[in-house]
């Protein structure tokens, strides 16, 4: 089956831009969604994860709950919150919250973790408090990571409140369901462009912020390729043993 | 608990049908990645392109992936390889960078010895930097079968048959415990295969599974971006 000048038309056809139903009112349904999800998900997970990196406290709790979570069918879980708690937004937000968690918990840890050691002990040695060398220190140097977290979590969570309009909800899945509904394939594949290009833009977006947030004095004294240069100096040394 | 007995077999059936699905792309995703990633580790050059190509793979959201492949590839719509196929995908997008980290950790010191004692690079590859690479790839390989088997459910919103079945029949009729089977019975199969790739894992590589713990920290310490790629 070849749909694709259909589902263009579809694209094109400028009723699809228009109403409560139109492709910029669902685009915008789908990314308000998406945000509340991440921004309550972030105010649970980011405390975690910064306390249990910080504190060197609770990892292999805080590795099983996220690898118990990851295993939760999502659909699942959606579908068994709303038979529970009714229809509407608040029982598919807790699924997608839960949803995002392991992500973003993984990522604020390792980050923190991934901290050098010697520069937190120079933190210290200097007189800096806990709370100081987890803001002025670990958490500059571990942002990154801790948005790459955001990331993954954010792909997640746009890929799953396509899934969720299952349930009668807005969003870009919308078009997936009507169009299965009445067997529209047009309908069907432009709708999953969007949400193709919608998710590509929100990765390539987080690529950038994940580059800005990078600590000026970190980006200056990094070398080019860590790497090579470390396995050059490997191969220096083990030579001159061999001379020596 | 009636309900579960007369739908024993429907439940046994899904199961396996979810399991079987499960499966191929979980396979593909090893044994594609491992050439990719020692490529990509190996061609420097090339690194960049792979994990970014890789990285946007892994960007698409399942759902449309599912339906935007026939038009790719011209199946049907209901066809189940849709979803094994996009699966697969996916599964080689988290095991590429899996893979070429996992390569990129063998110590450089180790392979030069390996080509001083007189290695082919191929023979290398087999012996010395694949074995190295072994429990990173493992541990890889753990992630995709977990996050597999939670994405095969998602195929049954378009008529493709799973365990999903459960959910979606249990939410129209208002019946938890049948989401619920649903639910266990995917966590069920998750389980299942992660014991039956650590099993593996033992088997292949039983030095992991001798040494002391310090190689094990090691091992753990790599979750975290593994965690971070999926």
Redesign the interface.
């Given at each position: 089956?070849?749909?694709?000048s259909d589902?263009f038309n579809w694209l094109l056809d400028p009723t699809n831009w228009s109403g409560p139903g139109g492709i910029p009112a669902r685009t915008e349904e789908h990314l308000v969604y998406t945000l509340v999800t991440l921004v309550v998900a972030c105010i649970i997970a980011l405390p975690i994860g910064l306390a249990v990196g910080h504190t060197g406290k609770g990892r292999g709790v805080a590795?099983q709950f996220?690898?118990a979570l990851?295993?939760?069918?999502?659909?699942?879980?959606l579908?068994?919150l709303?038979?529970?708690l009714g229809l509407g937004f608040g029982p598919p937000l807790v699924a997608m919250v839960l949803l995002a968690l392991?992500?973003l918990i993984?990522?604020a840890?390792?980050g923190v973790?991934?901290v050098d050691r010697q520069t937190i002990d120079a933190a210290r040695s200097i007189g800096m408090t806990g709370w100081q060398v987890l803001f002025k220190v670990e958490l500059p140097l571990a942002l990154p990571?801790i948005i790459?977290?955001v990331r993954?979590a954010c792909?997640q969570v746009?890929?799953t409140w396509?899934?969720a309009a299952?349930l009668p909800l807005g969003g870009l899945?919308r078009y997936?369901?009507d169009g299965?509904a009445v067997q529209n394939?047009a309908e069907?594949?432009g709708?999953?462009?969007v949400?193709?290009i919608l998710?590509?833009v929100?990765?390539g977006v987080f690529?950038i912020v994940q580059r800005l947030v990078v600590p000026r004095g970190v980006v200056l004294g990094r070398a080019s390729?860590v790497?090579?240069r470390?396995?050059r100096s490997?191969?220096g040394t083990?030579g001159s043993t061999t001379a020596g | 608990m009636n309900w579960l007995i007369e739908n024993a077999g429907q439940i046994w059936q899904l199961t396996l049908i979810h399991a079987g699905l499960s499966v191929p792309p979980i396979i593909v995703g090893l044994v594609l990645s491992v050439p990719i990633g020692w490529l990509a580790n190996r061609y420097r050059a090339s690194r960049g392109t792979v994990l970014a190509i890789v990285g946007i793979l892994y960007a698409v959201p399942s759902l449309p992936l599912f339906l935007v492949l026939p038009s790719i590839i011209g199946t049907k719509v209901l066809d189940p390889a849709n979803v094994v196929i996009s699966l697969s995908i996916y599964a080689v997008a988290i095991m590429v960078r899996t893979a070429s980290d996992a390569f990129a950790a063998v110590d450089v010191d180790v392979l030069l010895a390996a080509t001083a004692v007189g290695f082919s690079t191929w023979r290398r590859f087999w012996s010395v930097e694949l074995p190295l690479a072994g429990p990173v790839l493992l541990s890889g390989i753990r992630v995709v079968s977990v996050s597999t088997i939670s994405l095969v459910s998602v195929g049954s919103v378009i008529g493709v048959p799973s365990l999903g079945y459960f959910f979606l029949r249990g939410f129209q009729v208002g019946f938890p415990l049948e989401i619920g089977v649903g639910i266990v019975g995917t966590i069920v199969i998750a389980v299942v295969f992660d014991l039956i790739l650590a099993g593996l894992g033992r088997v292949l590589m039983p030095w992991t599974h001798r040494r002391s713990r310090r190689t094990r920290v090691a091992i753990r310490d790599e979750t975290p971006e593994l965690v971070e790629a999926a």
């Open positions: 089956m070849n749909g694709w589902a590795v996220s690898g990851r295993a939760l069918p999502t659909l699942g879980v579908l068994l709303a038979t529970w392991p992500p993984a990522g840890y390792a973790e991934a990571i790459g977290g993954s792909l746009i890929a396509t899934v299952y899945g997936i369901y299965y394939y069907m594949l709708g999953s462009i949400v193709i998710a590509l929100a990765d690529a390729d790497r090579v470390q396995s490997l191969v083990s | -």
